[in-house]
């Protein structure tokens, strides 16, 4: 949701656009430039370059000509599946000069070049704060609003009000931690949890079809 604010911001530095590319299902770094391609619809046929050496296949080729001139922004959303290997990207950003890349990852790139923003969580309330203070904290707000998708309605008394604020803490207002545990609603009262979290437990995610395996537990 961030780069995607940001691209919208700065669509107008970018004559040709600002293009959004979801790598959640890509997991090797020579998927990456069919990846690219069915956004605009080249056809790449089924030869890809495997950068071990035996250099860039005439399809891949394609792929460069369309971006060398092209001046726009790729939001790359979860690059950390292909960390490990980014010989196609660094090729890209090598001949396609004016493509530039915002990229979100859960890891460094260590790509040259690269500028890093470390994305911190919400904030979290003080210990002993003011229940009104509570319940102002952005991160208590998210945790409310998560329960209340779970369990509706739902006003939080002063004791559920407290824990809330000690599940943001322990989570350092880490906004999908905060909706992994405001899923156990359906089970375990506010309090149970921040006792769960308290006790160094894991909450995994309530059963849901449409959460990726990478999102189903704090620990992963």
């Not at 860039?56 to 001046?71: A, H, M, N, P, V």
């Amino acid at each position: 949701r961030l780069a995607l604010e940001a691209g919208r911001k700065l669509s107008d530095r970018f004559p040709d656009g600002v293009v959004f590319v979801s790598l959640a299902s890509v997991e090797a770094g020579y998927l990456l430039p069919p990846a690219l391609a069915e956004i605009w619809s080249l056809r790449l046929g089924t030869r890809v370059p495997s950068f071990q050496g035996s250099g860039s296949s005439g399809s891949f080729e394609e792929l460069i000509d369309f971006l060398r001139e092209k001046q726009m922004l790729l939001i790359l959303d979860n690059l950390e599946q292909i960390a490990s290997d980014l010989g196609p990207l660094r090729e890209i950003l090598a001949r396609a000069r004016g493509a530039v890349v915002l990229a979100t990852s859960r890891a460094r790139l260590r790509l040259a070049g690269e500028q890093v923003l470390e994305v911190e969580g919400l904030p979290w309330p003080a210990r002993k704060a003011p229940p009104e203070d509570v319940s102002r904290c952005a991160s208590v707000r998210l945790f409310v609003q998560a329960v209340r998708r779970a369990r509706s309605p739902f006003t939080p008394a002063r004791a559920e009000l407290v824990a809330a604020g000690e599940i943001a803490r322990r989570l350092r207002g880490h906004p999908l931690g905060i909706e992994l545990a405001a899923s156990w609603v359906h089970s375990l009262g506010v309090t149970e949890i921040a006792a769960q979290l308290a006790a160094g437990l894991d909450l995994e995610a309530a059963p849901q079809a449409d959460v990726p395996p990478r999102h189903r537990s704090l620990r992963v």
